[in-house]
């Protein structure tokens, strides 16, 4: 079946420009986290969606957003880009808990400028 | 607070040996305890998950072991191949929030 997919692959922004990314999970999986990944900070958790709802948020501020579609598909906003926001972002889905294991897509490289 | 160690950032190793990864955490009462493996510029990939009462699970020529007394998970690599080269990652999970060391980049030289 089809993996983890992440739309754009790479990303070049301005600062101060908003930037939206999308994932689609796995066919069946409804739950969808976001996860950041910088060399000095590591691989940092955004949030996770179930069934549209947010179910848990990590220590990020305000402009970072998400949302998740009835059919179960996200997408994560952040606006007024700063330079350190330049990251891998990467998505995960999982069929409920994740006790069973994520499955991640490659990731969007978002390089900000 | 709570935090998760992952002893080694690089282990060099030559083929056919065993590589021993740890990872050590504080303040955490995990349920379950997974091992992903990264290659550069990829996502991370699900390698294996071990429950709190599950002392040792077994995948082809990998091992994880969980010590919840120790707070600590060993990971093995058997009879390693350069193929194996990646960094790999433990995570607890946690109110369907993985939080992740720092990774221990792995390198098998033939």
């Known amino acids: 079946k089809a993996g983890v997919t992440q739309t754009p692959r790479y990303l070049i922004k301005t600062r101060g420009q908003q930037v939206t990314l999308s994932c689609s999970p796995i066919s069946g999986h409804r739950s969808v986290s976001w996860y950041q990944q910088t060399p000095g900070q590591g691989l940092q958790f955004l949030f996770e969606?179930?069934?549209?709802?947010?179910?848990n948020k990590g220590n990020f501020p305000g402009r970072f957003s998400g949302r998740q579609f009835s059919n179960s598909r996200s997408e994560m906003n952040v606006s007024t880009l700063e330079l350190g926001d330049s990251a891998l972002y990467l998505c995960a889905s999982s069929s409920d808990t994740g006790n069973y294991g994520y499955t991640f897509g490659s990731g969007t490289r978002l390089t900000v400028v | 607070s709570q935090k998760i160690e992952q002893n080694s950032e690089a282990l060099n190793i030559q083929e056919g040996k065993t590589a021993t990864l740890t990872c050590n955490y504080t303040n955490y009462s995990p349920a379950y305890l997974q091992w992903y493996r990264q290659d550069p510029g990829r996502g991370p990939v699900f390698l294996l998950l071990?429950?709190?009462?599950?002392k040792e699970k077994r995948k082809e020529r990998l091992k994880v072991t969980f010590d919840t007394t120790l707070k600590q998970s060993l990971f093995h690599i058997t009879a390693s191949q350069p193929a194996d080269s990646a960094t790999y990652l433990c995570?607890?999970?946690?109110?369907?929030?993985?939080?992740f060391g720092a990774g221990t980049t792995v390198t098998v030289r033939a």
């Open positions: 071990i429950r709190e009462n599950e």
């Open positions: 995570a607890l999970l946690n109110d369907y929030k993985l939080s």
């Open positions: 969606y179930f069934s549209e709802t947010q179910r």
